[in-house]
């Protein structure tokens, strides 16, 4: 009778927890909530995160307080997450680096699939392949047979080793089977006056830096790197379009929180994020900031990480980027 009875006993309180589970679920959030984002005030992932954590605090009623926590290409960001309480007050701003850092460094403090939660990939940001007008090339299909003709006389300036900017000339040297030479510069802002002086004949910048410059006519941009047109770029070509099928490449923002959050909270931000993103006002904020919204399932966008990063992992390796 005594195993019986212990049997009873454990079985009452898995019940009792998982109803405690789920009432804490229905009556979030009743605290404010903290977004992590894993990069300094002022960039594009945090301007967007800000946008998202306003309309929540407005629908949810409880503030949504940013949390930028810089460092280690946003592993450090990336860890407090995984290591807090999966009860949806602790979030991630999750970007591509997620993806990518799996390829870059040999050891990671956290599983980026195992310990998250994906909630949804808030939006798409596209980068443009640039060229400084010196350069005689008008479109990507034109660069590659440049590139091929003169290899390794060609350079292209990123933001820093392993960023999209980077990422993204190591595919287009891949795919086109080019030889163009990576020079890497300490930020965005750098990268672009490499790219405005001519030092370096080709740059992947965001849109919103780059178009001031692209309407005075200091650089050239010859396509997008996602797979569908700009909204802000419409008449732009798709790489995709311009010789080299298939390739789409963003600088994506999702959300994310530990492993185990409740299914009730995930469903509850996902849909009042999805809500948000189809305000116009609210669309036309992410797109001034050359983002396309999105506002995917937590289904699609748990299928969207693991497929990324098999595929950042695969061009590191092919690239020869040794990890750190």
């Given at each position: 009778m005594i195993p019986v009875f212990r049997c009873t006993t454990a079985c009452l309180c898995g019940?009792?927890?998982?109803?405690?589970?789920?009432?804490?679920?229905?009556?979030?959030p009743v605290k404010p909530m903290r977004f992590i984002v894993p990069f300094p005030a002022g960039g594009f992932s945090?301007?967007?995160?800000?946008?998202?954590?306003?309309?929540?605090?407005?629908?949810?009623?409880?503030?949504?307080?940013?949390?930028?926590r810089p460092g280690a290409s946003g592993n450090i960001g990336a860890e407090a997450v995984a290591r807090a309480a999966p009860d949806g007050y602790t979030l991630l701003s999750t970007s591509t680096n997620f993806v990518t850092n799996p390829g870059l460094f040999k050891k990671l403090p956290f599983d980026p699939v195992r310990d998250f939660t994906p909630i949804t990939l808030i939006s798409d940001n596209a980068l443009l392949v640039t060229v400084h007008p010196s350069m005689?090339?008008?479109?990507?299909k034109e660069l590659i047979a440049l590139a091929r003709a003169r290899p390794g006389e060609i350079n292209f300036a990123s933001s820093g080793p392993g960023t999209t900017p980077h990422l993204i000339g190591e595919l287009i040297n891949l795919q086109g089977k080019a030889n163009t030479v990576h020079v890497p510069y300490k930020g965005g802002g750098a990268q672009m006056?490499?790219?405005?002086?001519?030092?370096?004949?080709?740059?992947?910048?965001?849109?919103?830096?780059?178009?001031?410059?692209?309407?005075?006519?200091?650089?050239?941009?010859?396509?997008?790197?996602?797979?569908?047109?700009?909204?802000?770029?419409?008449?732009?070509?798709?790489?995709?379009?311009?010789?080299?099928?298939?390739?789409?490449?963003?600088?994506?923002?999702?959300?994310?929180?530990?492993?185990?959050?409740?299914?009730?909270?995930?469903?509850l931000l996902q849909t009042r994020i999805a809500q948000s993103l189809r305000e116009p006002a609210v669309r036309?904020?992410?797109?001034?900031?050359?983002?396309?919204?999105?506002?995917?399932?937590?289904?699609?966008?748990?299928?969207?990480?693991p497929a990324q990063i098999d595929k950042w992992t695969s061009v590191i390796r092919q690239a020869g980027i040794v990890p750190q």
């Open positions: 019940v009792l927890l998982l109803s405690g589970a789920a009432a804490s679920a229905q009556g979030y945090d301007v967007l995160a800000r946008l998202i954590g306003q309309k929540l605090t407005e629908q949810l009623g409880q503030p949504v307080v940013m949390d930028n005689s090339v008008r479109t990507v006056t490499a790219i405005l002086s001519g030092e370096v004949a080709v740059a992947f910048p965001y849109i919103t830096p780059a178009l001031p410059h692209l309407r005075s006519g200091r650089i050239r941009a010859l396509a997008v790197s996602t797979a569908k047109r700009a909204s802000m770029l419409p008449n732009l070509p798709t790489v995709a379009e311009s010789g080299l099928p298939g390739f789409d490449v963003s600088g994506w923002l999702g959300l994310s929180g530990p492993a185990k959050l409740p299914a009730e909270i995930v469903n036309e904020q992410f797109r001034s900031q050359g983002a396309d919204p999105v506002g995917s399932s937590p289904e699609a966008f748990a299928s969207f990480i």
